[in-house]
């Protein structure tokens, strides 16, 4: 995510390494340097002109403190500015009536459907009672498609494949929902491949007929100022109250993050970054702000480690920890439970200065094949006592999965490494505390 940006960035503070002060001089180059590259991540001119005026305003009218260089206080400064353009503070989704209704609108292919299992999902694991309804009554895949979402998480999908009109359909889903205790109703409606006079109708028709609490408008970030122009296509007509920008995991630059909010002055709300239901997060721009200057993201990792963390397996798994019991069915459900929480590179990202390291490098799913081939190989007895994996027993392992021995001596090591340290702690009584806070 915004790879090309942190990095043209990252050189623009180079041209204060060494320097001692702030000068107008050399203020200005630097400045220079951070404006091209906002223009060249595809920020709207007059954004990226503003907010590179307000920086050398602050850095000029600071004094440098001696406890930190030129270079990181026009870091900071920075810092704060991407900050504010992209809204300050985090605002959530205004969920209020029985049922709340939440309307999701934008252009076909944006991401639509996909955000709505995923905001179905996201909102049932704050434990309310979510239906979704299929408002797209011109492709008829689409209700397949939120069927197989809603299946996927767990939550209802309400459709009526034979109506043609989407507030029947809307009001009959709100009905119920009223009767069948459903608190949330999430409505995914017909997109266009452009913005069109007749879907501008539809959509602000089913808002004038739901009164939903929330107006999401779904954008895929990947078109840049193209998301832009279409987000202020939509609010004029909608008045939405937030946007959700999609697809930031393919999306290099960040022209639409870092635009959208200052154009529009709509808050952007969610934040999507892949296919997995579990690849949603609320957006935060000060977060965002520090993971464009390379500086990670550490909060919304743990957030996301709690959100795929089943909590009545995580304290099954403290309890293994503590009895030194834990053994490679364990590591092979953890492995899972990675995966699940989205995006490898992504994730890593978030962890301060990986970001830059992360750059060019291939990570993905499937970079656990290999240690899960093993595992699976590995009869249930040498998974739950690993110690009985001798050399006869390796070669089998090896061969059944396609690794060589050295690969699984390596995945040997590992795990007794990893379950001496368990065991190191548990004797500490460290590990204790620190399974305690997991739970
Ligand atoms: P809709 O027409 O607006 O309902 O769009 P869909 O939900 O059908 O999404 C269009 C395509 O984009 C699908 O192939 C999705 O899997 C994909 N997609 C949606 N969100 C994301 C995302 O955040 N990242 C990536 N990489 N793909 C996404």
Redesign the pocket.
Known sequence: MFDNLSLKLEKAFQTLKGQGSITEINVASTVKEIRKALIDADVNFKVAKEVTDEIKEKALGQDVLTAISPGQLLIKITNDELTTLMGGQSEDIRIEGSPAIILIA???????????GKLANYLKKQGRQVLLTAC?IYRPA?ID?LKVLGEQVGVEVYAEPENKDAVKIAKAAIEHAKKNNHRVVIV?TA?RLAVDEEMMNEIARLKDALKPSETLF?V?SMTGQDAVNTAKAFNDRLDFNGVVL?????DSRGGAALSIRRVVEKPIKFI????KME?IDRFYPDRMASRILGMGDVISLVEKAQMAYDEEEAKRLSKKIRKNQFDFNDFLQQLEQVKKMGNMKDLLSMIPGMGKAMKGVDIDDNSFKPIEAIIRSMTMAERENPDIINGSRKNRISKGSGRSVQEVNNLLKQFNDMRKLMKTMNKMGGGKRALSALN
């Open positions: 934008g252009l076909q292919g944006s991401g639509k459907t996909t955000f709505s797209d689409a498609q995914d997109g779904v895929d999609t697809k930031l995991d393919g999507s970054t892949g296919e690849a």
